[in-house]
């Protein structure tokens, strides 16, 4: 296993969530931490048990231009390197084939799939230059079989899916590792949102996902899992 200790990762949508969870655990594995957010101010509130001289905190808006180069700039300048990114940051609004605008598509095609088409592409030559570089793309269920009538959030996440495998290709021989995370329910205010019923202790929770990225991150070249699905129910052939 290859160790996290000093290794800068990018985690998008730290703030809350799963990505809250993710920095967290990474941090606590040794690693340097930068985290994105849109709301500064909440995500110091969010992640303020961090050691401030092992994490950077830097403004990020999957929605607006230059956001991102500003803030893998600043994360280079930082940490003399990028050895990990995290796309953790998504949104879900409803969209089915009967009821919707198409505006929530929109939107949701901007923040869950063009944003981390962007970063990463902005991220992988250092990627590529750290050798042992690890993207984790946070994916879904609904990324690899549909379900449910949400089809405008389920398009967006087997593009994100597209997106991790051919960022695979892209960086594998200069030993760039690639994993699209796809959970089921977690106990998240997304699925909350769509379910008010949800009892939230029968669903994955984040710190669980957590340590499975922190796994993922620690393997070694030749052992890469493209693919991880985590489900919280029977979910048959999954």
């Known amino acids: 296993m290859l160790s996290l200790a000093d290794r800068v990762v990018m985690i998008s949508g730290a ?14 594995d040794g690693a340097r931490v930068s985290l994105g957010a849109r709301d500064l ?10 050691d401030d001289d092992r994490v950077l905190r830097h403004h990020y808006d999957a929605t607006e231009d230059g956001s991102d180069a500003a803030w893998l700039d600043a994360t ?6 990028l050895a990990g990114l995290v796309n953790s940051a ?16 929109d ?17 992988l030559p250092h990627l590529r230059a750290a050798g042992e570089g690890r993207v984790v793309n946070l994916s879904s269920l609904s990324g690899i079989r549909i379900a449910n009538d949400e ?19 892209a960086g594998w021989d200069d030993g760039v590792r690639v994993t699209n995370l796809s959970p089921g329910f977690v106990n998240t205010d997304m699925p909350a949102a769509l379910d008010a019923d949800l009892d939230r202790s029968t669903v ?3 710190e669980d996902l957590a ?11 030749t052992a890469a899992v493209s693919q991880l699905n985590v489900a919280c129910r029977l979910e048959p052939m999954i």
């Open 15 to 28: 703030n809350r969530g799963i990505g809250r969870a993710i920095a967290q655990r990474l941090a606590a």
């Open 211 to 221: 340590h499975l990225v922190s796994a993922v991150m620690r393997l070694p070249n």
């Open 90 to 105: 998504g949104v879900l609004e409803s969209l089915t084939l009967d009821h919707g605008d198409e505006a929530a598509l």
């Open 41 to 50: 101010d909440a995500l110091v509130a969010a992640t303020s048990e961090l």
């Open 76 to 81: 280079v300048a930082w940490g003399g390197g």
């Open 204 to 206: 994955i929770q984040p």
């Open 151 to 169: 089809v405008g959030y389920a398009m967006t996440k087997f593009a994100v899916t597209a997106l991790s495998h051919a960022t695979k290709r």
């Open 107 to 123: 939107h949701m095609f901007e923040v869950n799939v063009k944003a981390p088409f962007r970063l990463t592409r902005l991220a």
